[in-house]
């Protein structure tokens, strides 16, 4: 057995996180365009040859009170929607998981619908039993888990 895979270099670099949040903006623009039907899988990475449902999640900054809306991967758990805080195991959680500590109240947008929901976030316990349904759903949610130190955020959104 080998040592773990480490971070890629650049990763975190001030032009990769400008081209992420600019291929964001796209998608979001793309699937409101088209309510949905473009842009609602993620065929990046372990998407490649299974894709990943994407919905996008509105959220007000906890300080600025600006409204954001950021597409994320998600899993379906009976009536909740499940999404990872993973920041493609950057250091630091996403600005859109520590917003919805501050305003768990939110919208979704699915293919076709709009969700009024209630953020939390899960406790140990329901974690452990959500942590292998997303590796399943994306694999690269584990490399992400080994190439930080914090414990990544498995949020669920209840309907409210």
Not at 19 to 36: P, S
Not at 38 to 61: I, K, Y
Not at 130 to 156: G, N
Request: aromatic share 8%; hydrophobic share 40%; charged share 25%.
């Amino acid at each position: 057995m080998g040592l773990p895979e480490e971070r890629p270099g650049g990763l975190d670099s001030p032009w990769t996180v400008t081209a992420i949040k600019y291929m964001a903006r796209v998608q979001v623009a793309v699937f409101r365009l088209t309510n949905g039907r473009v842009g609602n899988t993620w065929r990046v990475g372990a998407g490649w040859r299974e894709p990943v449902p994407t919905l996008l999640l509105d959220h007000v900054g906890r300080r600025s009170g600006t409204r954001f809306t950021t597409p994320l991967l998600y899993l379906e758990d009976g009536p909740d929607l499940v999404v990872v805080a993973s920041q493609g195991g950057l250091p630091k959680n996403p600005q859109w998981y520590l917003n919805l500590l501050a305003h768990p109240d939110t919208e979704v947008h699915l293919p076709r619908e709009v969700r009024r929901v209630r953020a939390r976030v899960a406790d140990p316990e329901e974690r452990a039993a959500l942590w292998p349904r997303l590796v399943d759903l994306y694999a690269d949610f584990e490399k992400y888990a080994r190439w930080t130190d914090r414990e990544i955020p498995v949020v669920v959104l209840e309907p409210r």
